[in-house]
């Protein structure tokens, strides 16, 4: 029988084929096109990923992995908790949104896009789906990983002991809890909404919601989807306003801050009542499913919105106003007082004794001789004078530089008696030569210190010198630093790096007659090249970081050579410990030989119930408690960074801080008891002068 002309002539071998080839080109052009986007990604990332890997190497080389680890980990942690949850509700949403999809999609020419769409997807919608939920759920998952801090104070809670006076709630709760808790439920409502979006983006795309249609607009399946994930943002609302009374404890509403008047008597009942509101939302919205319309949402939706800006801004704005502002006095008088004595528990000052001193300007010979030491030690020299002075006298080089003078006391001959100090720090900008070489190789550190008496002139008027001049002489019976110490590696105002024991010799010092000296770096410091891959890879990874070639192919990086990083004092100690805060001003010690530098370090917070807030304007704008907003400080740290070997101590000064207690219960081996530190060393532990302004500055008012 002969086959009819207008059947479909049977595939052949060749057909089938070529069938085959186009479908594995697709893929092919897929699986190319993936490596191809993996490769680009890497290529961006690389230098992200020598920075991580090269501070992972920097932590060890201080003995602090375990402090990288542990921070690490939080973050890491959070964000993976953060990344798998939003991917769990984004790819559930999204997939119960094909499910829910009609059978039928009606079309019409304004779908175009969509159609397209469908047209370009095809049966990939799930690669779609998943990929969509895989993307966003890094970015979102990164978010809650930036709550790291409040993480790691939230698992190591300490309780303070006493309780606040609007909830009578261990301290603790609001310091360590309430930070985190209030973040993440923020972040679990931003999710929902986002995912909520997406949903609704899917419904649209698969004909679930159409918008030119004279059938239901929305489906049925899709209303009781929609009204889930609407219940499900009402009830986190809900625990985010019962977070809130807490919060009110911080308001600032009143003559005071912290719970006053109106935010206890009337935000507070608000507060109740906008919980009220939202755990009805959530059964309005629960109800809708099976109910016609969207009557219910929109009744909830409108009650919520009614009630915040009825009840929740204007009727506590009007009552502060028109009631409490005319009886202030009288209105807010118990809440001053709670505020005072939060205040004074707040920045340590409940305990401190109140001593008068009773002024006499009619002093005596005798008085003058009886107080002898006091006299001998009254400062005659400005600190701006005296850096002055020593740059003429004593800067020797362009490339040194005293970047300021602390004043200190030390035993000389058996007296207390006070003098002025300053570090001789490179200053790369003033090297003679401009080479990589000579400002990375060759000029790495500052050399010695000046020390001058406080008291005293020479004949021609300037400062006492007992310790100065290169190489450096002491006198006076200061105490002297080893010889084999006098480098500067670490100081202030210090940028970039410095690679040691090289092929190229370091210059030790230049002195006065032009004569140099050669040195080698000795100090526990630096991250050590290697040799083989793991010197490749350590030269490769630097060069990356510093977006400078010459670390990889120099000739003078020998495996033994040592990477200095974070060489400023206060970067450093960001760097190790970035939840203190530091004071604005490291000053210098000569202790045991040894150079070192002194920096007061503070806890803070700012959730401290019914504390007043500090006010930092007067700070030094170099000062870590400038522009930090606190109601809660304690120099709880006294942070020490030897200036020649980069050694980082952490010296717990004030035990009795539960801030600082929690920090030591997360990272054990990065804080040292005071007890541990020398006693040549704590006797130039000095009163912080950042906070002394602080207390000032709100007690001034």
């Given at each position: ?24 080109a ?17 290529l ?10 090269t501070?992972?190497?920097w ?11 542990t ?16 991917f769990v509700?984004?790819?559930?949403n ?21 159609e ?22 890094v970015?979102?998952g ?6 790291w ?15 606040d006076?609007?909830?009578h709630t ?8 309430l930070?985190?808790l209030?973040?993440a439920?923020a972040?679990?409502?931003s ?16 004909g ?5 249609t004279q ?10 989807h929609?009204?889930v ?5 009402s009830?986190?609302q ?15 509403r ?20 906008l919980?009220?509101?939202?755990i ?5 919205f629960?109800?809708n ?17 009614f009630?915040?800006?009825?009840a929740?801004?204007?009727v ?6 028109f ?9 807010e ?6 505020n005072?004595?939060?205040t004074?528990?707040?920045y340590?000052?409940a305990?401190?004794?109140k ?31 005296m ?11 362009s490339?040194?530089a ?6 200190d ?18 200053r ?11 400002t ?65 010799q ?11 000296k050669?040195?080698?770096?000795t100090g ?12 490749l890879?350590?030269?490769?990874a ?8 010459n ?26 410990a970035?939840?203190l ?10 202790v ?5 530098y ?12 019914n ?7 007067g ?35 004030d035990?009795k ?12 081996k ?32």
């Amino acid at each position: 029988m002969r086959p009819q002309p207008d059947l479909p002539r049977r595939p052949s071998r060749r057909d089938r084929k070529a069938s085959r080839g186009s479908r594995f080109a697709g893929r092919g052009r897929l699986v190319v096109g993936i490596i191809l986007g993996g490769l680009f990604l890497l290529l961006i990332s690389l230098r992200g990923i020598a920075s991580f890997y090269t501070d992972f190497l920097w932590f060890q080389s201080l003995d602090l992995a375990s402090v990288w680890r542990t921070v690490l980990s939080a973050k890491f942690s959070l964000t993976l908790i953060g990344g798998l949850t939003f991917f769990v509700l984004c790819a559930g949403n999204l997939t119960i949104a094909e499910r829910l999809a009609p059978a039928f999609r009606p079309s019409n020419g304004e779908d175009d896009l969509i159609e397209r769409y469908h047209d370009m997807v095809g049966e990939r919608t799930g690669l779609v789906r998943y990929g969509v939920s895989g993307v966003l759920a890094v970015m979102v998952g990164a978010s809650l990983g930036a709550s790291w801090n409040e993480w790691i104070l939230f698992t190591n809670r300490v309780d303070f002991g006493s309780k606040d006076a609007t909830f009578h709630t261990d301290i603790g709760f609001y310091v360590f809890q309430l930070p985190f808790l209030t973040s993440a439920l923020a972040w679990l409502f931003s999710g929902l909404i986002l995912v909520l979006i997406l949903t609704l983006l899917a419904h649209i795309v698969n004909g679930g919601i159409r918008f030119h249609t004279q059938l239901d607009r929305v489906t049925p399946q899709v209303k009781a989807h929609v009204s889930v994930l609407l219940a499900a943002l009402s009830l986190v609302q809900a625990g985010r306003y019962w977070l809130d009374r807490y919060q009110l404890t911080f308001s600032t509403r009143g003559v005071v801050d912290g719970a006053t008047y109106t935010d206890y008597n009337v935000q507070l009942r608000v507060t109740y009542l906008l919980i009220a509101i939202s755990i009805f939302a959530t059964a309005l919205f629960i109800a809708n499913i099976w109910r016609r319309g969207w009557v219910l949402p929109g009744m909830a939706v409108g009650l919520w919105i009614f009630v915040t800006i009825l009840a929740g801004a204007l009727v506590p704005a009007f009552v502060q106003r028109f009631r409490v502002e005319p009886a202030e006095s009288s209105m807010e008088a118990p809440y001053i007082k709670q505020n005072i004595a939060a205040t004074r528990k707040a920045y340590g000052l409940a305990e401190d004794d109140k001593t008068g001193f009773n002024f006499r300007g009619d002093l005596s010979d005798a008085d003058l001789t009886n107080d002898a030491a006091t006299v001998r030690n009254i400062r005659l020299w400005d600190a701006p004078v005296m850096a002055e002075a020593f740059e003429r006298q004593q800067q020797i080089k362009s490339f040194y530089a005293f970047n300021d003078v602390d004043v200190d006391r030390y035993e000389i001959n058996g007296e207390l008696t006070q003098v002025m100090v300053s570090a001789r720090n490179l200053r790369t900008a003033g090297v003679p030569q401009s080479s990589w070489e000579a400002t990375h190789l060759a000029y790495t550190h500052g050399y010695g210190v000046v020390v001058a008496k406080a008291n005293a002139k020479t004949p021609s008027g300037g400062p006492s010198l007992m310790s100065e001049d290169i190489p450096v002489r002491t006198s006076g019976g200061l105490p002297k630093t080893a010889s084999d110490r006098q480098g500067i590696y670490f100081g202030e105002n210090k940028s970039g790096y410095v690679i040691v024991n090289t092929g190229r010799q370091e210059i030790d010092y230049t002195d006065s007659g032009n004569q140099t000296k050669l040195t080698k770096y000795t100090g526990a410091d630096g991250v050590t090249i290697g040799s083989g891959a793991t010197g490749l890879l350590r030269k490769s990874a630097f060069a990356l970081r510093f977006g400078d070639i010459n670390p990889l192919i120099s000739g003078n990086v020998k495996p033994g050579s040592k990477i200095l990083l974070e060489r400023d004092i206060t970067a450093r100690l960001n760097a190790v410990a970035p939840f203190l805060a530091y004071d604005h001003d490291p000053y210098v010690v000569l202790v045991d030989g040894k150079v070192k530098y002194v920096v007061d370090a503070y806890t803070t917070t700012r959730n401290y119930p019914n504390a007043q807030r500090a006010d930092t304007g007067g700070l030094d704008g170099a000062s870590g408690l400038r522009g930090r907003s606190f109601n809660y400080a304690r120099n709880s740290v006294k942070a020490v960074v030897d200036a020649y070997d980069g050694t980082v101590d952490l010296y717990v000064v004030d035990a009795k801080d539960p801030i600082i207690q929690a920090y030591q219960k997360a990272f054990p081996k990065l804080f040292v008891a005071k007890a541990e530190a020398p006693k040549s060393l704590q006797a130039h532990f000095r009163y912080p002068e950042d906070m002394f302004r602080v207390q000032t500055a709100m007690w001034g008012k």
